[in-house]
């Protein structure tokens, strides 16, 4: 993602963009750098971000200030609105500004890169009790105001191949396939667990929301495990996946932490209230939660190594491993964090389980359920024609 930079020593020039609410651009060589930045990247991201570098000869210190470019069709002018606090401090950090990154000019123009995708997601854990999913950069007005935005990045881990390779079949890098088998594979995996099929999906079947919200479980939980933890596998349910009518019973699936002698039994729900996917969620995990040292033996070569994506791994899970529990939970009744966090506190069926083991919580607010899996058919649809072509 581009962002760009303007630095300069006017105290002015700070204050303009230290304020709140939407303005317009009026000096004429900034409208003209915007304007370059705005024609070259506003197709290629939803953010265009506008920092200004403000550093103080006297204190030598800087002041960064950070907002949001728009082009204002009616009035055909450039505006900027400031973001919050949560934006410009990750904004800040991405881009390492450290009191150093300034120039002592009036006037500056730099564009810089920030890595990867604007619309990743990443772990926000603003309280213990819940570890929030969130994407990056966006607010829920943002997605709210367009839900394609969230839909199209969900379903773009859905429909990843590596993702697919990794958690619905028992692909490993080390068998060195060949492109075309590979792609084959991805195919067969994706008829398997019942993301494609010839006649299209059927997005009312229960099953397919099951394993939704399984397929995206792994794939956000892979990439959220501790980074203490250096020996890390996980052990996907859907690679037993064989027709896409029946689910597959029993633990969603589970991860060991080797080195650290955990082990989580992770459980998947997919509904419109989050109160009735803790409460679903609960009664799944007290029912599968007597796992034995045999159940799990006799599935081991399965487990995935997170960091190099192995299989068949000669691992031996601890006879002293403590056990814990992860919830992954979709709903689209709730947009607001502090919603979300009051359900979490006031369930009495997860208060109870936590008394008994420690629990992670994940929640995936979808916004509009019917709207999601509207846009994952024809997305469905696109993939089938695509790899039948």
């Not at 651009?25 to 930045?37: G, L, M, P, W």
């Not at 034995?292 to 190594?305: A, C, G, M, Y």
């Not at 979300?340 to 359900?343: A, E, F, G, K």
């Given at each position: 993602?581009?962002?760009?930079?303007?630095?300069?020593?006017?105290?002015?020039?700070?204050?303009i963009?230290?304020?709140s609410?939407?303005?317009t651009?009026?000096?004429?060589?900034?409208?003209?750098?915007?304007?370059?930045?705005y024609?070259?990247?506003?197709?290629?991201?939803?953010?265009?971000y506008?920092?200004?570098?403000?550093?103080?000869?006297?204190?030598?210190?800087?002041?960064?200030?950070?907002?949001?470019?728009?082009?204002?069709k009616?009035?055909?002018?450039?505006?900027?609105?400031?973001?919050?606090a949560?934006?410009?401090e990750?904004?800040?950090?991405?881009?390492?500004?450290?009191?150093?990154?300034?120039?002592?000019?009036?006037?500056?123009?730099?564009?810089?890169?920030?890595?990867?995708?604007?619309?990743?997601?990443?772990?926000?854990?603003?309280?213990s009790?819940?570890?929030?999913?969130?994407?990056?950069?966006?607010?829920?007005?943002?997605?709210?105001?367009?839900?394609?935005?969230?839909?199209?990045?969900?379903?773009?881990?859905?429909?990843?191949?590596?993702?697919v390779?990794?958690?619905a079949s028992?692909?490993s890098?080390?068998?060195?396939?060949?492109?075309?088998?590979?792609?084959?594979?991805y195919l067969?995996?994706?008829?398997?667990?019942?993301?494609?099929?010839?006649?299209?999906?059927?997005?009312?079947?229960?099953?397919?929301?099951?394993?939704?919200?399984?397929?995206?479980?792994?794939?956000?939980?892979?990439?959220?495990?501790?980074?203490?933890?250096?020996?890390?596998?996980?052990y996907?349910?859907?690679?037993?996946?064989?027709?896409?009518?029946?689910?597959i019973?029993?633990?969603?699936?589970?991860?060991?932490?080797?080195?650290?002698?955990?082990?989580?039994?992770?459980?998947?729900?997919?509904?419109?209230?989050?109160?009735?996917?803790?409460?679903?969620?609960?009664?799944?995990?007290?029912?599968?939660?007597?796992v034995?040292?045999?159940?799990?033996?006799?599935?081991?070569?399965?487990?995935?190594?997170i960091?190099?994506?192995m299989?068949?791994e000669?691992?031996?899970?601890?006879?002293?491993?403590?056990?814990?529990?992860?919830?992954?939970?979709?709903?689209?009744?709730?947009?607001g964090?502090?919603d979300?966090?009051?359900?979490v506190?006031?369930?009495?069926?997860?208060?109870?389980?936590?008394?008994?083991?420690?629990?992670?919580?994940?929640?995936?607010?979808?916004?509009?359920?019917?709207?999601?899996?509207?846009l994952?058919?024809?997305?469905?649809?696109?993939?089938?024609?695509?790899?039948?072509?």
């Open positions: 993602m581009k962002v760009l930079m303007h630095y300069t020593t006017s105290s002015h020039v700070s204050s963009f230290l304020r609410g939407t303005k651009f009026t000096e004429k060589e900034r409208i003209k750098k915007v304007s370059d930045f024609d070259k990247f506003h197709r290629l991201q939803n953010h265009l506008f920092i200004v570098s403000y550093f103080d000869l006297g204190t030598r210190t800087p002041i960064y200030s950070v907002s949001n470019i728009h082009f204002d009616k009035t055909s002018k450039f505006k900027h609105s400031k973001v919050s949560n934006t410009k990750l904004i800040c950090e991405e881009l390492g500004l450290n009191g150093a990154n300034t120039y002592d000019k009036e006037s500056y123009y730099r564009t810089f890169t920030i890595e990867g995708s604007e619309t990743e997601f990443e772990n926000n854990k603003k309280d009790n819940l570890n929030k999913i969130k994407m990056k950069f966006f607010t829920w007005d943002e997605l709210l105001d367009c839900n394609e935005i969230l839909f199209n990045e969900i379903n773009e881990k859905i429909f990843n191949k590596e993702n390779l990794k958690i028992t692909y890098p080390a068998n060195k396939d060949t492109d075309d088998l590979k792609q084959k594979k067969d995996a994706l008829k398997a667990i019942g993301f494609i099929s010839k006649t299209g999906v059927n997005t009312s079947r229960t099953t397919l929301h099951g394993d939704i919200g399984e397929f995206l479980m792994h794939t956000m939980l892979s990439q959220f495990l501790s980074e203490q933890s250096s020996e890390k596998y996980i996907p349910k859907l690679v037993f996946k064989t027709s896409p009518k029946m689910p019973y029993g633990n969603d699936g589970t991860i060991y932490l080797k080195d650290k002698k955990e082990i989580y039994y992770l459980e998947a729900k997919f509904y419109g209230d989050l109160n009735k996917a803790i409460n679903k969620a609960v009664v799944s995990l007290s029912e599968h939660n007597e034995t040292q045999e159940e799990l033996s006799h599935k081991i070569e399965l487990f995935r190594n960091r190099t994506d299989l068949n000669v691992i031996e899970i601890d006879e002293n491993v403590s056990e814990n529990l992860v919830l992954f939970l979709i709903c689209d009744n709730y947009t964090y502090n979300i966090l009051n359900v506190k006031e369930n009495t069926k997860l208060n109870d389980l936590k008394a008994k083991f420690n629990i992670v919580l994940f929640v995936l607010p979808i916004i509009n359920k019917s709207d999601f899996l509207n994952f058919n024809t997305k469905s649809k696109n993939v089938w024609e695509e790899l039948n072509a």
